[in-house]
């Protein structure tokens, strides 16, 4: 029998951009004003160093167009109530334009980093969801909360503690989910409104497996609500052989640190170099960094990585993933060599390769 097939997409991809994580707010509204002048669609921040959601206070004041968010929000790291009402601020203070994106982080780091208890990963973050929507329902409502659940609780609501409506005009704030496993995909594709894929990944990996997954999770679900995914892809912006060989060393590491990882290994199924992991794994126990990095064929690197010009370059992820993301950013270190007229140039030859398309 067919399962449900992926639902056919456009291949056009928008821009999107990612704030770095130790950036002031100066410079998180100026990187506003340049993603609205790129015509990017979104602007995320990360979890790493700060919470992600002050930076987009910035944002939100010196932006007017730009969707806004976190890409993303360690749920486990907060209550349900907290990332609500960072949530509904700001989106009210920026019109409407807040989209909520979460992830689990693993347990080490929300028990002896975050210092929270570790509620299991899937089915609680599915919880979790539920009970900051019902949060938000009883604010619009202008009533108390009602969720009991197995891990989170809220059934007390007071006029005193009820933030200000939102803006007219404002829809729901958008949930979306970070998926690296099946099961949070499944969760994502039933209950989020959009998904964030890890950077570590490839077109082929996302047509074959991931989307298949996605379409039969909705179809399963009875779900056929307009659903959006965004990745943060290995590729990078290069002028001369010196550049492209510090970004192909640069992404070298990336691969070989991520690929040390069973979580990771379909990945490197997709591309044909599943036999690596479990040495690169073995290698990561002692820390030999330089050594994982060796063990990177540069065929493995061609497959995963894309290094070129600013033309070439969102010519060639239009092709890759055209079809299979509705939003694209480079990952960290990227945009090492890029000045503001290479984004513009990126940013136009996206826009080039898919009316070519």
Avoid: N
């Avoid at 984004?343 to 996206?350: E, K, R």
Wanted: glycine fraction near 8%.
């Amino acid at each position: 029998m067919v399962g449900p097939q992926p639902t056919v997409r456009q291949l056009a991809m928008d821009l999107e951009i990612r704030l770095t994580h130790r950036v002031d707010p100066e410079a998180a509204g100026e990187c506003a004003r340049m993603a609205e002048a790129l015509g990017a669609r979104s602007l995320w921040s990360a979890e790493a160093s700060c919470d992600p959601f002050l930076p987009l206070v910035a944002v939100a004041g010196a932006s007017r167009r730009l969707e806004l968010g976190t890409a993303i929000a360690v749920a486990f790291g907060r209550s349900p109530y907290v990332t609500a009402q960072s949530a509904w601020y700001l989106h009210r203070i920026s019109g409407g334009r807040m989209v909520l994106g979460l992830g689990t982080q693993v347990k080490a780091h929300i028990e002896r980093r975050f210092g929270m208890s570790w509620p299991g990963a899937g089915h609680a973050l599915a919880e979790y969801i539920d009970c900051v929507r019902e949060i938000w329902r009883s604010w619009r409502d202008g009533d108390s909360p009602k969720f009991e659940g197995q891990h989170w609780r809220a059934t007390l609501g007071s006029p005193e503690f009820t933030p200000a409506p939102l803006p007219e005009g404002a829809g729901p704030i958008p949930v979306w989910i970070a998926s690296v496993g099946p099961t949070l995909l499944r969760i994502a594709a039933r209950t989020a409104d959009g998904v964030h894929f890890h950077a570590f990944t490839t077109a082929q990996y996302l047509r074959d497996t991931l989307h298949p997954a996605i379409a039969q999770s909705r179809a399963e679900a009875g779900v056929s609500t307009p659903f959006r995914s965004a990745c943060c892809v290995l590729a990078g912006v290069v002028h001369d052989d010196e550049q492209h060989q510090a970004l192909r060393a640069h992404f070298r590491g990336i691969i070989a640190f991520y690929g040390s990882t069973p979580t990771y290994q379909p990945v490197l199924d997709s591309v044909g170099f599943g036999d690596l992991m479990p040495r690169l794994r073995e290698l990561s126990r002692t820390k030999a960094w330089s050594a994982m990095s060796a063990l990177i064929p540069d065929d493995l690197l061609d497959k995963m990585v894309l290094l070129d010009s600013p033309a070439e370059l969102g010519r060639k992820l239009q092709a890759h993933y055209g079809g299979v993301l509705d939003q694209i950013s480079l990952f960290r270190g990227g945009d090492r060599f890029m000045d503001p007229s290479d984004w513009h140039a990126l940013a136009d030859s996206l826009k080039t390769g898919a009316s070519a398309s």
